[in-house]
């Protein structure tokens, strides 16, 4: 990454931690200001076991927003399991979010995700920033209470 996109990766984040949309909490706002194109937040709700991430990706020809199942210390099967548990019951998530929502349970990886994309959107373009701002904070939002909703009723 050179210079001038660190400069404006950091100017993005500068304002995207502040930023508010109505109808949906900014689980970033309050968050050191990341150095790199992205900010993750650790979700440990009261009464929801297992832990889990999530993350704000800004690359060149996309943005996206993955919930990521992952425990140091925590076996593959088991977050194998946590993944399968959240797709079985992602039919209220998918009505939510209407960009594609790919579930990646890769075999050998102790990170299994949940990613959602949108191929349309630049952060290299200022003009995007508005609309890249709402759809990562609205996302952002909806993944982490879908994910904390279904998890409540995880038994492992």
């Known amino acids: 990454m050179t210079d001038i996109n660190k400069e404006l990766v950091k100017k993005f984040w500068t304002q995207f931690i502040s930023k508010r949309i109505e109808g949906y909490e900014n689980i970033y706002k309050g968050k050191n200001l990341p150095v790199k194109p992205s900010i993750e937040r650790k979700i440990n709700s009261q009464g929801i076991n297992p832990e889990f991430t999530i993350h704000i990706n800004l690359n060149k020809s996309s943005v996206d927003v993955t919930l990521v199942v992952y425990e140091k210390g925590r076996d593959e099967e088991e977050n194998i399991k946590i993944i399968n548990y959240l797709e079985k019951n992602s039919h209220e998530i998918q009505e939510k979010i ?29 003009s995007d920033w508005n609309e890249i701002n709402n759809w990562c904070i609205k996302n952002s939002y ?7 909703e279904v ?6």
Do not use: C, P
């Open 98 to 126: 209407t960009d594609k929502i790919v579930w990646e349970n890769k075999s050998g990886n102790d990170r299994k995700v949940v990613r959602i994309s949108n191929q349309g959107l630049h952060y290299e373009k200022q």
């Open 151 to 156: 998890l409540l009723s995880y038994n492992g």
């Open 142 to 148: 909806l993944l982490k209470k879908f994910a904390e």
